[in-house]
């Protein structure tokens, strides 16, 4: 009886798994051109980026987004991305929460934001400056809060 339980399960969930996976090669091949070669090349960049002087949380937070992040894609797509200012970080982490499968909690995204904040303005930080230079008053006010808020709970 057992058996007879067990085959059916497997194979369903052997047809799910199918299922999502051909899902996200076809949102892959959706991309426009533009979209494709910018994806290109993001992914052309570093893989990995060094936190020893991170504080501690935010390696701690790297280790979250190296793990969940490259279930579904190259880390360098996000490391080399030229996203760099908090809301396009939120914008980016709730897309991929999203997806099907991408096994993204609430907690481990907002572990990944807090990461991609600090780096970006860190790493990034003639990026992030260049971005708060164009923004609108309001827009640069409520990143620079956001950017310092990711601070203040990390850097001790």
């Excluded at 993204?104 to 400056?129: E, Q």
């Amino acid at each position: 009886m057992l058996t007879k339980v067990k085959v059916p399960m497997l194979l369903l969930g052997a047809a799910a798994l199918a299922l999502i996976w051909g899902s996200l090669a076809r949102a892959a091949d959706q991309l426009d051109a533009e979209t494709k070669a910018r994806v290109e090349r993001f992914e052309k960049g570093a893989a990995t980026i060094n936190v020893s002087k991170y504080p501690s949380g935010i390696q701690a937070n790297y280790e979250v987004f190296s793990q969940k992040c490259s279930q579904c894609h190259k880390l360098s797509r996000p490391i080399n991305s030229d996203y760099a200012l908090p809301d396009e970080w939120s914008r980016y982490i709730k897309r991929m929460m999203n997806k099907p499968g991408s096994g993204i909690s609430r907690g481990d995204g907002k572990k990944i934001y807090d990461f991609l904040v600090y780096d970006a303005s860190v790493r990034k930080k003639t990026m992030v400056d260049a971005k708060l230079a164009k923004a609108a008053p309001a827009e640069k006010t409520e990143a620079e809060a956001k950017i310092k808020e990711v601070h203040s709970t990390y850097d001790k």
